[in-house]
């Protein structure tokens, strides 16, 4: 994996440079949750793209894409290359 450049923590920007593709994210707080942007989630998104979701997650623990488009099988295709998915949710049991 590629050591992200020009990173900077706090309540600033964060920027990481990954491959051909700029992830940015913004911190909510100081503890934790970043604002994403710099991504289409309803695209195609290569290794790299799920490796710097993968790493800002682990790094911010709650992430926020604003403005995608995604339906319910899109979001747990996207869910399922980030890591093993829990079946079923405590409140729509229907949903995929």
Do not use: C, K
Request: hydrophobic content about 45%; aromatic content about 4%.
């Amino acid at each position: 994996m590629t050591e992200p450049i020009n990173m900077m923590h706090g309540n600033r920007a964060d920027a990481a440079q990954w491959g051909d593709d700029m992830l940015e994210t913004h911190s909510v707080t100081a503890a934790l949750g970043a604002e994403v942007s710099g991504l289409d989630l309803g695209g195609a998104l290569s290794e790299a793209d799920i490796d710097s979701i993968h790493e800002a997650l682990m790094q911010h623990q709650v992430l926020f894409f604003r403005d995608q488009s995604l339906d319910p099988p899109g979001m747990l295709a996207l869910a399922e290359r980030l890591g093993e998915v829990d079946a079923g949710h405590p409140v729509y049991p229907h949903a995929p």
